[in-house]
């Protein structure tokens, strides 16, 4: 990052092909005509990540306390929580680091910052998609438990997702590595875009059979108590809301940021695409507040957690 310009953001290297949009963190005044651009300001980082860090720390600290929670589906959540702690203190770090050098306060090389942001765009990498990656293992260890029910404490054993766990953290660091080491390939965003894909092909096709089931399920015991059949359909329809929220929350905070990768390949050259590549800070803002609902998904609805959380807090 040359001392004389601005600063890039989070994995700014993906956008280095682009001319119109070199760096991320571009002035308002460079935004082309028509264009929509919404102008995020680094104190709604800092505040976004403090709160993420506050959640996901709470999170792990319950699980890490209670015994009762060392099972393979609360360790695959904690896993969830520490990849988002790492997201947001990564981006608050970097955002920290940004205003550091605006004002003059911290002064370095170019060489040195250089290094610095390869190395925090690789925490973030890394980060995201582990992030992904334990939420596609916490759908299908809830689709086991469903399907399998008899069979899921021979299944998933704590032994089998820890060796998951672990795999799942090296692998994210490596192809992370990969990621920016080798930002100008197309190849590189591609497979970035096709990991997300599948992410939530994967995500939609469990969770909607595991609803299917459920209802199928509630049809059976209304029918079995000789019951009409609102008390099933609305079940049913309590269930497609949640799921219809639980997806439509993950699409629409990870989508975007996903969306402007597939125009980086597709069209960056396109004044329409450069209009979208502009509000790159607003699609990071949309995965800090990700990992600010995921404790609230996955964690806070857990009595046990919930239990916990007041002890950790009474302690405090």
């Known amino acids: 990052i040359p001392m004389q ?3 890039t953001r989070m994995l700014g290297s993906l956008n280095a092909t682009l001319s119109a949009t070199l760096l991320l963190r571009l002035p308002a005044n460079h935004t082309g005509p028509g264009c929509l651009h919404v102008s995020i300001p680094d104190g709604l980082f800092l505040v976004l990540g403090l709160v993420s860090l506050v959640e996901n720390v709470l999170v792990v600290a319950a699980i890490i306390k209670n015994r009762n929670l060392h ?14 702690l790492l997201v947001s203190c990564s981006i608050v770090l970097e955002t920290t680091i940004i205003l550091l050098l605006e004002a003059g306060t911290l002064v370095t090389t170019a ?7 390869n190395v925090i765009d690789v925490l973030i990498c890394s980060s995201m998609v582990s992030s992904l990656c334990f939420l596609g ?10 399907f399998y029910t008899l069979r899921y404490h021979s299944i998933v054993t704590l032994s089998r997702s820890q060796r998951a766990i672990a795999a799942i953290w090296v692998a994210s660091v490596l192809s992370s590595t ?23 092909v ?39 809301a949640t799921l219809t929220i639980l997806l439509g929350i993950f699409f ?22 450069s209009c979208v590549f502009q509000n790159f800070n607003l699609f990071l803002v949309l995965i800090i507040c990700n990992s600010i609902v995921d404790p609230l998904i996955y964690a806070f609805r857990s009595p046990e957690i919930r239990t916990t959380l007041r002890e950790v807090l009474l302690c405090c």
């Open 5 to 7: 310009e601005p600063p």
């Open 202 to 240: 994967l995500m939609a096709v469990l969770y909607v059979h595991m609803l299917a089931r459920a209802c199928q399920h509630a049809q059976g015991i209304a029918q079995l108590h000789k019951r009409q059949h609102p008390i099933p359909q609305g079940f049913c329809l309590k269930g497609a």
């Open 137 to 146: 293992a916490i759908a299908v260890d809830r689709y086991i438990s469903i």
């Open 71 to 84: 099972l393979p589906m609360y360790c695959f959540i904690c896993c969830l929580a520490l990849s988002d």
């Open 252 to 273: 629409l905070c990870w989508g975007p940021f996903f969306l402007h990768l597939t125009l980086v390949v597709l069209c960056p050259q396109h004044p329409v695409c």
């Open 111 to 117: 060489t040195i910052v250089q290094q610095l942001d």
């Open 178 to 200: 990969l990621f920016i080491t080798y930002y100008k390939h197309t190849a590189v965003l591609l497979c970035l875009i096709a990991f997300f894909l599948a992410m939530l």
